[in-house]
Protein backbone atom coordinates (compact mmCIF):
# COMPACT_ATOMS: atom_id res chain seq x y z
CA UNK A 1 0.00 0.00 0.00
CA UNK A 2 1.81 2.78 -1.21
CA UNK A 3 0.70 5.91 0.78
CA UNK A 4 2.48 7.34 3.45
CA UNK A 5 0.88 6.05 6.41
CA UNK A 6 3.50 3.85 7.59
CA UNK A 7 3.38 3.17 11.28
CA UNK A 8 0.24 1.93 12.74
CA UNK A 9 0.11 5.16 15.00
CA UNK A 10 -0.59 7.58 12.37
CA UNK A 11 -4.01 5.38 11.67
CA UNK A 12 -7.26 5.93 13.26
CA UNK A 13 -8.26 4.33 16.34
CA UNK A 14 -10.90 2.26 14.49
CA UNK A 15 -8.15 1.24 11.99
CA UNK A 16 -5.92 0.40 14.56
CA UNK A 17 -8.53 -1.92 16.26
CA UNK A 18 -9.41 -3.57 13.03
CA UNK A 19 -5.52 -4.05 12.60
CA UNK A 20 -5.00 -5.59 16.10
CA UNK A 21 -7.99 -7.91 16.22
CA UNK A 22 -6.37 -9.86 13.14
CA UNK A 23 -3.34 -10.25 14.70
CA UNK A 24 -4.89 -11.37 17.64
CA UNK A 25 -7.01 -14.03 15.55
CA UNK A 26 -3.81 -15.09 13.89
CA UNK A 27 -2.27 -15.44 16.96
CA UNK A 28 -5.14 -17.77 18.19
CA UNK A 29 -5.44 -19.98 14.81
CA UNK A 30 -1.81 -20.30 15.13
CA UNK A 31 -1.53 -21.54 18.83
CA UNK A 32 -4.73 -24.07 18.31
CA UNK A 33 -2.80 -25.54 15.10
CA UNK A 34 0.00 -25.85 17.32
CA UNK A 35 -1.26 -27.25 20.23
CA UNK A 36 -3.60 -29.93 18.04
CA UNK A 37 -1.54 -31.05 15.51
CA UNK A 38 2.18 -30.57 16.70
CA UNK A 39 2.76 -33.88 14.93
CA UNK A 40 3.26 -32.37 11.63
CA UNK A 41 6.13 -33.33 8.53
CA UNK A 42 7.97 -30.35 9.48
CA UNK A 43 10.73 -30.19 7.13
CA UNK A 44 7.91 -30.64 4.45
CA UNK A 45 5.58 -27.85 5.70
CA UNK A 46 9.20 -26.05 5.97
CA UNK A 47 9.50 -26.41 2.05
CA UNK A 48 5.79 -25.60 1.29
CA UNK A 49 6.62 -22.31 3.69
CA UNK A 50 9.53 -21.59 1.34
CA UNK A 51 7.51 -22.03 -1.60
CA UNK A 52 4.63 -19.35 -0.16
CA UNK A 53 7.38 -17.25 0.69
CA UNK A 54 8.86 -17.14 -2.65
CA UNK A 55 5.22 -17.03 -4.39
CA UNK A 56 4.18 -14.06 -2.09
CA UNK A 57 7.46 -12.01 -2.69
CA UNK A 58 6.65 -11.27 -6.45
CA UNK A 59 3.57 -9.78 -5.63
CA UNK A 60 1.38 -7.42 -8.10
CA UNK A 61 0.18 -4.07 -7.17
CA UNK A 62 -3.17 -3.49 -7.84
CA UNK A 63 -5.25 -0.16 -8.74
CA UNK A 64 -6.44 0.49 -5.15
CA UNK A 65 -3.15 -0.33 -3.19
CA UNK A 66 -3.70 -3.82 -2.75
CA UNK A 67 -1.41 -6.73 -3.89
CA UNK A 68 -1.95 -9.82 -5.47
CA UNK A 69 -0.03 -13.18 -5.56
CA UNK A 70 -0.30 -16.92 -6.98
CA UNK A 71 1.07 -17.63 -2.94
CA UNK A 72 -2.97 -19.11 -3.22
CA UNK A 73 -2.03 -22.13 -5.29
CA UNK A 74 0.43 -23.25 -2.81
CA UNK A 75 -0.92 -22.73 0.40
CA UNK A 76 -3.75 -24.21 -0.80
CA UNK A 77 -1.32 -27.54 -1.94
CA UNK A 78 -0.24 -27.64 1.80
CA UNK A 79 -3.67 -27.76 3.52
CA UNK A 80 -4.69 -30.74 0.76
CA UNK A 81 -1.01 -32.46 1.77
CA UNK A 82 -1.09 -31.47 5.39
CA UNK A 83 -3.87 -29.71 6.56
CA UNK A 84 -5.14 -26.30 7.57
CA UNK A 85 -3.44 -26.01 10.21
CA UNK A 86 0.12 -26.40 8.54
CA UNK A 87 -1.25 -24.42 5.61
CA UNK A 88 -1.55 -21.75 8.53
CA UNK A 89 1.58 -22.30 9.84
CA UNK A 90 3.56 -22.19 6.66
CA UNK A 91 1.64 -18.88 5.66
CA UNK A 92 3.32 -16.83 8.39
CA UNK A 93 6.60 -16.89 6.36
CA UNK A 94 5.05 -13.97 4.03
CA UNK A 95 5.58 -11.81 7.18
CA UNK A 96 9.15 -10.97 5.50
CA UNK A 97 7.79 -10.35 1.79
CA UNK A 98 10.84 -9.25 -0.64
CA UNK A 99 8.10 -7.42 -2.74
CA UNK A 100 6.33 -5.12 0.31
CA UNK A 101 10.05 -4.43 1.33
CA UNK A 102 10.94 -2.92 -1.74
CA UNK A 103 7.75 -0.98 -1.74
CA UNK A 104 8.57 0.45 1.52
CA UNK A 105 5.25 -1.14 2.92
CA UNK A 106 4.40 -0.23 6.55
CA UNK A 107 5.59 -3.42 8.56
CA UNK A 108 2.02 -3.20 10.10
CA UNK A 109 0.61 -3.99 7.10
CA UNK A 110 3.19 -7.10 6.25
CA UNK A 111 2.31 -8.32 9.20
CA UNK A 112 -1.20 -8.16 8.59
CA UNK A 113 -1.22 -10.04 5.26
CA UNK A 114 0.58 -13.05 6.76
CA UNK A 115 -2.01 -13.15 9.21
CA UNK A 116 -4.85 -12.69 7.03
CA UNK A 117 -3.03 -15.56 5.19
CA UNK A 118 -3.00 -17.76 8.48
CA UNK A 119 -6.58 -16.96 9.09
CA UNK A 120 -8.09 -17.47 5.45
CA UNK A 121 -5.81 -20.64 4.65
CA UNK A 122 -7.34 -22.27 8.46
CA UNK A 123 -11.34 -21.30 7.45
CA UNK A 124 -10.37 -22.48 4.02
CA UNK A 125 -8.83 -25.45 4.93
CA UNK A 126 -12.07 -26.46 7.25
CA UNK A 127 -14.33 -25.75 4.68
CA UNK A 128 -12.99 -27.92 2.16
CA UNK A 129 -12.75 -30.80 5.08
CA UNK A 130 -16.71 -29.79 6.03
CA UNK A 131 -17.65 -30.50 2.21
CA UNK A 132 -16.35 -33.90 1.79
CA UNK A 133 -12.77 -33.39 1.09
CA UNK A 134 -9.66 -35.06 2.66
CA UNK A 135 -6.50 -33.98 3.48
CA UNK A 136 -3.54 -35.98 4.20
CA UNK A 137 -3.65 -38.34 1.72
CA UNK A 138 -3.96 -38.77 -2.30
CA UNK A 139 -5.44 -35.30 -3.49
CA UNK A 140 -7.82 -36.26 -5.72
CA UNK A 141 -8.45 -39.97 -4.44
CA UNK A 142 -12.56 -39.11 -4.76
CA UNK A 143 -12.02 -37.53 -7.95
CA UNK A 144 -14.61 -36.04 -9.56
CA UNK A 145 -16.19 -35.16 -6.41
CA UNK A 146 -13.16 -33.55 -4.66
CA UNK A 147 -14.26 -30.39 -7.50
CA UNK A 148 -16.81 -29.20 -4.80
CA UNK A 149 -15.00 -28.99 -1.58
CA UNK A 150 -12.45 -27.31 -3.84
CA UNK A 151 -14.57 -24.72 -5.50
CA UNK A 152 -15.77 -23.93 -1.68
CA UNK A 153 -12.72 -23.55 -0.08
CA UNK A 154 -11.62 -21.43 -3.28
CA UNK A 155 -14.36 -19.58 -2.76
CA UNK A 156 -13.47 -19.34 1.03
CA UNK A 157 -10.46 -18.16 1.25
CA UNK A 158 -10.91 -15.70 -1.60
CA UNK A 159 -13.80 -14.19 0.05
CA UNK A 160 -11.81 -14.36 3.46
CA UNK A 161 -8.46 -12.74 2.12
CA UNK A 162 -9.55 -10.42 -0.18
CA UNK A 163 -12.09 -8.95 1.75
CA UNK A 164 -10.38 -8.38 4.83
CA UNK A 165 -7.76 -6.54 2.45
CA UNK A 166 -10.85 -4.07 1.00
CA UNK A 167 -11.57 -3.47 4.43
CA UNK A 168 -8.75 -2.60 6.02
CA UNK A 169 -7.97 -0.25 3.12
CA UNK A 170 -11.52 0.95 3.58
CA UNK A 171 -10.93 1.82 7.28
CA UNK A 172 -7.79 3.43 6.30
CA UNK A 173 -9.10 5.81 3.64
CA UNK A 174 -12.33 6.07 4.45
CA UNK A 175 -13.66 4.63 1.40
CA UNK A 176 -16.30 1.72 0.82
CA UNK A 177 -14.54 -1.70 1.49
CA UNK A 178 -17.15 -3.06 -1.12
CA UNK A 179 -16.14 -0.58 -3.80
CA UNK A 180 -12.29 -1.24 -2.99
CA UNK A 181 -13.09 -4.95 -3.11
CA UNK A 182 -15.33 -4.47 -6.75
CA UNK A 183 -12.62 -2.49 -8.21
CA UNK A 184 -9.79 -4.26 -7.57
CA UNK A 185 -10.62 -7.92 -6.65
CA UNK A 186 -13.96 -9.03 -8.22
CA UNK A 187 -12.46 -9.67 -11.91
CA UNK A 188 -9.83 -12.22 -9.70
CA UNK A 189 -12.90 -14.14 -9.02
CA UNK A 190 -11.92 -16.95 -11.83
CA UNK A 191 -8.25 -16.93 -11.29
CA UNK A 192 -8.76 -17.62 -7.59
CA UNK A 193 -10.74 -21.05 -9.07
CA UNK A 194 -7.88 -21.46 -11.55
CA UNK A 195 -5.78 -21.41 -8.77
CA UNK A 196 -7.79 -23.23 -6.01
CA UNK A 197 -7.46 -26.18 -9.05
CA UNK A 198 -3.58 -25.30 -9.51
CA UNK A 199 -3.30 -26.24 -6.14
CA UNK A 200 -5.07 -29.61 -6.00
CA UNK A 201 -2.75 -30.25 -8.71
CA UNK A 202 0.15 -29.68 -7.21
CA UNK A 203 -0.85 -31.09 -4.33
CA UNK A 204 -1.54 -34.42 -6.26
CA UNK A 205 1.94 -33.92 -8.09
CA UNK A 206 3.94 -33.94 -5.06
CA UNK A 207 2.28 -36.48 -3.25
CA UNK A 208 2.74 -38.82 -6.30
CA UNK A 209 6.57 -37.90 -7.42
CA UNK A 210 7.43 -35.75 -4.37
CA UNK A 211 9.71 -31.97 -3.79
CA UNK A 212 11.22 -32.06 -7.24
CA UNK A 213 8.10 -32.30 -9.45
CA UNK A 214 6.97 -28.60 -8.18
CA UNK A 215 9.65 -27.68 -11.02
CA UNK A 216 6.79 -29.03 -13.47
CA UNK A 217 3.96 -26.67 -11.46
CA UNK A 218 6.53 -23.25 -11.75
CA UNK A 219 5.26 -22.61 -15.38
CA UNK A 220 1.52 -22.56 -14.55
CA UNK A 221 2.47 -20.62 -11.89
CA UNK A 222 3.87 -18.12 -13.69
CA UNK A 223 1.31 -17.94 -16.37
CA UNK A 224 -1.36 -17.11 -13.82
CA UNK A 225 0.97 -14.37 -12.51
CA UNK A 226 1.33 -13.12 -16.09
CA UNK A 227 -2.05 -12.79 -16.44
CA UNK A 228 -2.96 -10.38 -13.43
CA UNK A 229 0.85 -8.37 -14.42
CA UNK A 230 -0.92 -8.12 -18.18
CA UNK A 231 -3.93 -7.05 -16.48
CA UNK A 232 -2.01 -4.37 -14.16
CA UNK A 233 -0.17 -3.38 -17.20
CA UNK A 234 -3.01 -2.86 -19.63
CA UNK A 235 -4.26 0.14 -16.77
CA UNK A 236 -1.25 1.35 -17.01
CA UNK A 237 -1.05 1.59 -20.54
CA UNK A 238 -4.67 3.06 -20.27
CA UNK A 239 -3.40 5.86 -18.03
CA UNK A 240 -0.59 6.89 -20.34
CA UNK A 241 -2.78 7.61 -23.11
CA UNK A 242 -4.39 9.79 -20.66
CA UNK A 243 -1.77 11.72 -20.00
CA UNK A 244 -0.81 11.92 -23.59
CA UNK A 245 -3.74 12.95 -24.83
CA UNK A 246 -3.74 15.88 -21.61
CA UNK A 247 -0.36 16.73 -22.38
CA UNK A 248 -1.06 17.48 -26.24
CA UNK A 249 -4.12 19.56 -24.95
CA UNK A 250 -1.72 21.67 -22.38
CA UNK A 251 0.68 22.39 -25.14
CA UNK A 252 -1.80 23.91 -27.32
CA UNK A 253 -4.00 25.80 -25.15
CA UNK A 254 -1.94 26.72 -21.70
CA UNK A 255 -4.83 28.05 -20.05
CA UNK A 256 -5.90 24.56 -19.90
CA UNK A 257 -2.98 23.30 -17.84
CA UNK A 258 -3.69 21.43 -14.82
CA UNK A 259 -7.19 22.42 -15.44
CA UNK A 260 -8.18 18.95 -16.04
CA UNK A 261 -6.28 17.22 -13.09
CA UNK A 262 -8.11 19.95 -10.75
CA UNK A 263 -11.50 19.09 -12.62
CA UNK A 264 -11.24 15.38 -12.47
CA UNK A 265 -9.96 16.07 -8.68
CA UNK A 266 -13.89 17.46 -8.06
CA UNK A 267 -15.50 15.40 -10.17
CA UNK A 268 -14.58 12.31 -8.07
CA UNK A 269 -14.72 14.35 -4.89
CA UNK A 270 -18.74 14.59 -5.91
CA UNK A 271 -18.56 11.11 -6.82
CA UNK A 272 -17.36 9.80 -3.80
CA UNK A 273 -19.99 11.98 -1.58
CA UNK A 274 -22.88 10.76 -4.01
CA UNK A 275 -21.42 7.31 -3.22
CA UNK A 276 -21.45 6.49 -7.20
CA UNK A 277 -20.31 3.32 -8.45
CA UNK A 278 -16.26 3.11 -8.02
CA UNK A 279 -16.84 1.48 -12.06
CA UNK A 280 -18.43 4.93 -12.77
CA UNK A 281 -15.69 6.91 -10.47
CA UNK A 282 -13.35 5.50 -12.97
CA UNK A 283 -15.17 6.66 -15.97
CA UNK A 284 -15.92 10.06 -14.76
CA UNK A 285 -12.01 10.05 -14.01
CA UNK A 286 -11.42 9.63 -17.59
CA UNK A 287 -13.89 12.03 -19.06
CA UNK A 288 -12.90 14.68 -16.53
CA UNK A 289 -9.33 14.22 -17.46
CA UNK A 290 -10.17 14.93 -21.35
CA UNK A 291 -13.39 16.78 -21.21
CA UNK A 292 -11.89 19.51 -23.24
CA UNK A 293 -9.42 17.29 -25.31
CA UNK A 294 -12.04 18.91 -28.10
CA UNK A 295 -10.25 22.48 -28.09
CA UNK A 296 -7.10 19.83 -29.91
CA UNK A 297 -9.28 20.84 -33.05
CA UNK A 298 -10.15 24.63 -32.20
CA UNK A 299 -7.43 27.26 -33.89
CA UNK A 300 -5.02 28.22 -31.77
CA UNK A 301 -5.65 31.96 -32.27
CA UNK A 302 -9.47 31.39 -31.46
CA UNK A 303 -8.43 29.77 -28.28
CA UNK A 304 -5.98 31.74 -26.86
CA UNK A 305 -7.75 34.87 -27.78
CA UNK A 306 -7.11 37.72 -25.05
CA UNK A 307 -10.56 39.44 -25.74
CA UNK A 308 -13.91 38.83 -26.09
CA UNK A 309 -14.94 36.46 -28.43
CA UNK A 310 -17.11 36.93 -32.04
CA UNK A 311 -20.37 34.88 -32.13
CA UNK A 312 -18.68 32.95 -34.72
CA UNK A 313 -15.65 32.21 -32.92
CA UNK A 314 -17.58 31.09 -29.88
CA UNK A 315 -19.73 28.71 -32.37
CA UNK A 316 -16.38 27.67 -32.94
CA UNK A 317 -15.61 27.01 -28.92
CA UNK A 318 -18.81 25.52 -28.74
CA UNK A 319 -17.63 22.66 -31.15
CA UNK A 320 -15.36 21.10 -28.71
CA UNK A 321 -17.75 18.75 -26.51
CA UNK A 322 -18.55 17.02 -29.60
CA UNK A 323 -14.97 17.09 -31.07
CA UNK A 324 -13.34 15.75 -28.50
CA UNK A 325 -16.40 13.16 -27.47
CA UNK A 326 -15.42 12.23 -31.81
CA UNK A 327 -11.60 11.78 -30.30
CA UNK A 328 -12.22 9.73 -27.32
CA UNK A 329 -14.57 7.79 -28.97
CA UNK A 330 -12.42 5.80 -31.01
CA UNK A 331 -10.88 4.76 -27.95
CA UNK A 332 -12.41 1.38 -26.70
CA UNK A 333 -11.83 1.78 -22.95
CA UNK A 334 -12.62 5.63 -23.04
CA UNK A 335 -15.96 5.16 -25.01
CA UNK A 336 -17.95 4.80 -21.86
CA UNK A 337 -16.36 8.32 -21.11
CA UNK A 338 -17.98 9.77 -24.32
CA UNK A 339 -21.21 10.95 -22.93
CA UNK A 340 -19.78 12.86 -19.55
CA UNK A 341 -17.52 14.92 -22.16
CA UNK A 342 -19.96 15.18 -25.30
CA UNK A 343 -22.78 16.57 -22.57
CA UNK A 344 -20.35 18.96 -20.45
CA UNK A 345 -21.83 22.27 -20.89
CA UNK A 346 -25.18 21.30 -21.03
CA UNK A 347 -27.26 23.77 -18.56
CA UNK A 348 -29.84 21.89 -16.57
CA UNK A 349 -32.64 24.43 -18.03
CA UNK A 350 -31.76 22.91 -21.29
CA UNK A 351 -29.50 26.55 -22.32
CA UNK A 352 -26.36 25.07 -22.54
CA UNK A 353 -24.82 23.50 -25.44
CA UNK A 354 -24.01 21.23 -27.02
CA UNK A 355 -27.07 19.62 -27.67
CA UNK A 356 -29.51 21.62 -25.68
CA UNK A 357 -30.46 18.70 -23.15
CA UNK A 358 -32.72 19.56 -20.05
CA UNK A 359 -32.96 17.89 -16.36
CA UNK A 360 -31.96 14.20 -15.97
CA UNK A 361 -31.67 14.01 -19.71
CA UNK A 362 -28.23 15.19 -19.27
CA UNK A 363 -26.32 12.05 -18.49
CA UNK A 364 -25.42 12.16 -14.72
CA UNK A 365 -21.45 12.18 -15.59
CA UNK A 366 -21.92 15.22 -17.13
CA UNK A 367 -24.09 16.70 -15.02
CA UNK A 368 -20.94 16.12 -12.01
CA UNK A 369 -18.56 17.56 -14.44
CA UNK A 370 -20.45 20.77 -15.45
CA UNK A 371 -20.11 21.65 -11.56
CA UNK A 372 -16.76 20.60 -11.50
CA UNK A 373 -15.52 22.26 -14.71
CA UNK A 374 -17.65 25.56 -13.58
CA UNK A 375 -15.95 25.85 -10.07
CA UNK A 376 -12.63 25.82 -11.33
CA UNK A 377 -13.10 27.91 -14.54
CA UNK A 378 -14.43 30.73 -11.61
CA UNK A 379 -11.65 29.75 -9.17
CA UNK A 380 -8.97 30.32 -11.84
CA UNK A 381 -7.57 33.70 -13.00
CA UNK A 382 -7.53 34.86 -16.50
CA UNK A 383 -5.97 37.23 -18.34
CA UNK A 384 -9.24 39.39 -18.55
CA UNK A 385 -10.12 38.31 -14.90
CA UNK A 386 -9.22 37.98 -11.43
CA UNK A 387 -9.86 34.09 -9.40
CA UNK A 388 -13.00 34.14 -7.52
CA UNK A 389 -12.74 33.34 -3.99
CA UNK A 390 -13.64 29.66 -3.46
CA UNK A 391 -16.88 30.67 -1.09
CA UNK A 392 -17.58 33.36 -4.21
CA UNK A 393 -17.72 30.55 -6.59
CA UNK A 394 -19.63 28.12 -3.96
CA UNK A 395 -22.49 31.24 -3.76
CA UNK A 396 -22.62 31.09 -7.46
CA UNK A 397 -22.87 28.07 -7.80
CA UNK A 398 -25.60 27.99 -5.41
CA UNK A 399 -26.86 31.12 -7.48
CA UNK A 400 -26.97 28.68 -10.86
CA UNK A 401 -28.62 25.74 -8.71
CA UNK A 402 -31.51 24.54 -10.18
CA UNK A 403 -31.13 26.73 -13.64
CA UNK A 404 -27.44 25.65 -14.74
CA UNK A 405 -26.51 22.81 -12.54
CA UNK A 406 -28.42 19.84 -10.99
CA UNK A 407 -28.95 21.30 -7.00
CA UNK A 408 -28.16 17.83 -5.67
CA UNK A 409 -24.75 17.77 -7.03
CA UNK A 410 -23.85 21.59 -6.41
CA UNK A 411 -24.93 20.54 -2.79
CA UNK A 412 -22.92 17.07 -2.74
CA UNK A 413 -19.62 19.19 -4.10
CA UNK A 414 -20.57 21.90 -1.41
CA UNK A 415 -20.45 19.48 1.28
CA UNK A 416 -17.33 17.33 -0.30
CA UNK A 417 -15.03 20.21 0.42
CA UNK A 418 -16.42 20.89 3.46
CA UNK A 419 -17.96 24.91 2.20
CA UNK A 420 -19.40 26.70 4.73
CA UNK A 421 -22.02 29.71 3.30
CA UNK A 422 -22.12 32.47 5.18
CA UNK A 423 -25.41 34.88 5.56
CA UNK A 424 -23.59 37.58 3.77
CA UNK A 425 -22.37 35.19 1.11
CA UNK A 426 -26.08 33.96 0.06
CA UNK A 427 -27.68 37.33 0.00
CA UNK A 428 -25.34 37.67 -2.36
CA UNK A 429 -26.56 34.99 -4.75
CA UNK A 430 -28.99 37.34 -6.66
CA UNK A 431 -26.54 39.51 -7.21
CA UNK A 432 -23.74 37.13 -8.21
CA UNK A 433 -26.66 35.39 -10.67
CA UNK A 434 -24.90 35.50 -14.04
CA UNK A 435 -24.07 33.32 -16.58
CA UNK A 436 -20.69 32.05 -16.04
CA UNK A 437 -20.02 32.36 -20.38
CA UNK A 438 -16.21 31.97 -19.33
CA UNK A 439 -16.16 28.25 -18.82
CA UNK A 440 -15.53 26.81 -22.35
FE1 LIG B 1 -13.12 22.78 -18.92
FE1 LIG C 1 -15.33 22.55 -21.88
Redesign the pocket.
Known amino acids: MLDNINTVNDITVRARIFFYSIYVAALVVLIASLLTKFALPWAEVAFFALLIFVADSFTIQLPKNAFISVSFAIIFAATLLFGPEAAAIASMTTIINISDIKHKIAWYKMLFSACNYAISAYIAGYTFILIGGTVGGIATANFPFVIIPVIAASTIFFVANTGLIALGLGIIHNESPVDIWRFDYQWLIPNYYALGVLGLILAQIYDSFGPASIILLIVPLLIARQTFQVYMKLRSAYMDTVSALVRALEAKDPY?RG??ER?AGYAERIAREIKLPEEKVEILRYGALL??IGKIGIARKVLNKPGKLTDEEFKWIQAHPKIGAGIIGHIEFLKAAVPAVFY?HEHLNGKGYTEGLSGDNIPLLARIMTVA?SF??MTSARSYKPALSTEKAATELMACRGSQFDGRIVDAFINSMGISLTEKDSNEEEQLKIAIED??
Open positions: THSVHDHDDAQV
